[in-house]
């Protein structure tokens, strides 16, 4: 689930090909060192490797072609699951809920 936020973050980032740990940080509402520590487990299974932005002297994440297969595979994964739990519940059975999830289902829609 981290690595399809970080995808997420790429998408938004005002860095050109990646993003910064900040924002991941930031996204995430995490700590920079939390937000470290996961991304430098991603790192080591080869998902992301670090870049210089030579222009901000700073350093951008950038997701490998293995990050992004995995991170749609996760999301196909989710959508799965919506859809077998939407299959199963009654009519009659918890109202409440059955919005709850068509309303996550059209927030995953947006994100495709």
């Known amino acids: 689930m981290f690595l399809y936020s970080i995808k997420e973050c790429v998408e ?5 090909e990646g993003v910064y740990l900040s924002e991941v940080a930031e996204y995430m509402k995490l700590s920079i060192p939390e937000t470290s520590k996961m991304v430098k487990s991603l790192e080591n299974k080869g998902y992301i490797i670090w870049k ?3 222009k901000k002297e700073r350093t951008y994440l950038v997701l490998t072609n293995k990050a992004i297969e995995l991170s749609n ?7 799965e699951a919506y859809e077998k739990i939407i299959s199963n519940i009654q009519e009659e059975d918890l109202a409440v809920t ?8 059209q927030l995953m829609e947006e994100i495709k």
Not at 12 to 16: N, T, Y
Not at 98 to 105: A, E, F, H
């Open 52 to 54: 210089l932005d030579e």
């Open 98 to 105: 059955r919005c709850t999830l068509r309303k996550i289902r």
């Open 12 to 16: 938004k980032s005002d860095c050109h």
């Open 73 to 79: 595979c996760q999301k196909e994964k989710m959508i």
